[in-house]
């Protein structure tokens, strides 16, 4: 990710001209070596040129290349935010979140971007937890401090904090209390929190959960794992699958996300994810019959598609 993050701030410095010439470079050479990298710079050239439309095929390819590319979903996301698929937009940063590493450099443009997204389909409250992650360690990012400002002036968090106040002692006043943590971007606090309401419900679905996505995003996949194994929800088996995905143990995590996409009547992700990982176990028919679960529910999705795409090239 620091290559790329290097390509674009000197790409920021060069003239429309030089510019125009990186894009025709790159779209040569991902013509004649179609890897997700040399994709990936054509999208960020187009990118750099404002030329967000353009931008989203490259990129989606990259990410269908390499779905760990985690650089790529975000500058896809920021591309189809700026062509207004808000929705799409939110799925592609969705998955550049739980893969980018807590220390990152380019973090903060990512729980940015993602925190946009939410707000701007309608999603406040996730999407004011996103930008607080990101004020949490960068106190003076003027965006996120405008954004939040404006989004909580509409949508306060003070529901959260008054349920936790009312109901401290049992399991969903501590879950929502680490709902309030993870927000202000203490994770370690907000782990505490979910694993004493899981004490204290240990039948409730949402702590275990919220723990292993916690895991997952510190890159603790094998820690998360071990959580996740007794959780029965749909939302524990897609992390599940994500988590089995960082270890690149593809055809493990193929039955959790099967699981995920089959209980998620409205969420494309899972079934994005496991057409992905069909695709790399070579298994066409299954990531085709994926793709098109994936589409049923975002038909405008360009990821869906494009792994729709790939399935039917056989």
């Not at 990152?104 to 993602?114: H, I, P, S, T």
């Not at 929502?176 to 039948?203: C, D, K, M, V």
């Not at 193929?254 to 089959?262: G, I, Q, Y």
């Not at 028919?285 to 399935?311: F, G, M, N, Q, T």
């Amino acid at each position: 990710m620091i290559a790329i993050l290097l390509l674009v701030a000197a790409a920021s410095g060069q003239s429309p001209a030089e510019l125009a010439a990186a894009e025709a470079h790159y779209e040569a050479l991902a013509r004649r070596e179609p890897t997700a990298d040399h994709w990936q710079r054509l999208g960020i050239a187009r990118y750099m040129q404002n030329k967000y439309e353009a931008a989203i095929e490259p990129l989606g390819q990259a990410v269908r290349l390499n779905p760990k590319l985690w650089s790529a979903d975000l500058f896809l996301g920021i591309s189809l935010y700026r062509t207004n698929r808000f929705p799409q937009a939110l799925q592609s940063l969705k998955r550049a979140a739980t893969l980018a590493p807590i220390g990152d450099r380019g973090r903060d443009d990512v729980d940015y971007w993602l925190g946009a997204a939410y707000i701007a389909a309608k999603q406040p409250l996730p999407g004011l937890m996103a930008l607080e992650r990101l004020l949490a360690r960068n106190p003076n990012h003027r965006d996120a401090l405008q954004l939040a400002a404006v989004t909580y002036a509409d949508a306060s968090s003070a529901l959260w904090n008054g349920v936790a106040e009312r109901h401290f002692e049992t399991a969903p006043g501590y879950e929502i209390h680490g709902n309030a943590l993870e927000a202000e971007g203490n994770f370690p606090g907000a782990l505490e929190a979910y694993r004493q309401s899981r004490t204290l419900g240990p039948g409730r679905p949402g702590p275990g959960a919220a723990i292993g996505r916690l895991l997952l995003r510190e890159g603790k996949a094998e820690e998360a794992l071990a959580t996740l194994r007794n959780e029965p929800t749909a939302e524990a088996a897609y992390y599940r699958g994500l988590a089995l995905l960082q270890l690149d143990r593809g055809a493990e995590a193929a039955p959790f996300l099967e699981k995920a996409a089959a209980s998620s009547p409205t969420d494309p992700e899972p079934a994005i994810a496991l057409a992905q990982v069909y695709l790399a176990l070579g298994d066409k028919p299954k990531a085709e019959a994926a793709a098109r679960r994936a589409l049923a529910l975002a038909p405008d999705s360009p990821a869906a598609r494009e792994l729709l795409d790939s399935a039917l090239l056989r």
